[in-house]
């Protein structure tokens, strides 16, 4: 059964009204705190920089290595 609306907006305004603004993050990249425009990055270089790094693959998922052979 639904709530009424009038429960769910109270309960929102006060959440609204009791939670304290959180702080941008810090940019993974320069570690100066983040753009809301360029998020999570501190700026569009920041976020190149990144992209970059993803694509010369200086990140990489840790796997467990493959088997050559094919199982039968």
């Not at 009204?17 to 320069?30: A, K, T, V």
């Amino acid at each position: 059964m639904p709530r009424p609306a009038s429960l769910l907006s109270r309960r929102c305004a006060v959440a609204d009204d009791r939670s304290p603004p959180r702080p941008l993050p810090r940019c993974p990249i320069c570690r100066r705190p983040a753009q809301e425009a360029a998020r999570p990055f501190c700026s569009a270089r920041c976020a190149q920089v990144d992209l970059g790094r993803w694509m010369t693959e200086s990140y990489a998922i840790p796997a467990a290595p493959a088997d050559d052979e094919e199982e039968r």
